[in-house]
């Protein structure tokens, strides 16, 4: 959920600086690289809290993901050998 937030977050910034830059004049295709600009410098500026929830986030998701994979270690051993398996068929049949 905190990358959601995160995101969400951005995409505000993004669209207010869209939206400020077009009421200070700024026409064309200037308008949407600008604003990618000014929103990216002022979202690292001001959302650290939510950036670094978001990091947390991630990262305990990757390390539940690894301990799943280590409850099934039979199962990763199966995929490695049946990928083995189509690479040697596939460079055979080249």
């Known amino acids: ?22 009421v200070a004049g700024l026409r064309g295709w200037l308008l949407p690289i600008v604003a990618v600009v000014v929103a990216l410098a002022v979202s690292y500026l001001t959302l650290s809290k939510p950036r670094d929830a978001a990091t947390r986030w991630m990262a305990g998701r990757s390390e539940r993901r690894a301990a799943e994979r280590a ?11 049946e990928d083995a398996q189509l690479d040697e068929k596939f460079r055979t049949d080249r």
């Open 71 to 81: 409850v099934f270690p039979k199962v990763d051993a199966d995929a490695a050998h």
């Open 1 to 22: 959920m905190p990358l959601l937030i995160y995101t969400l977050l951005r995409l505000a910034v993004f669209g207010a600086a869209l939206g400020l830059l077009y």
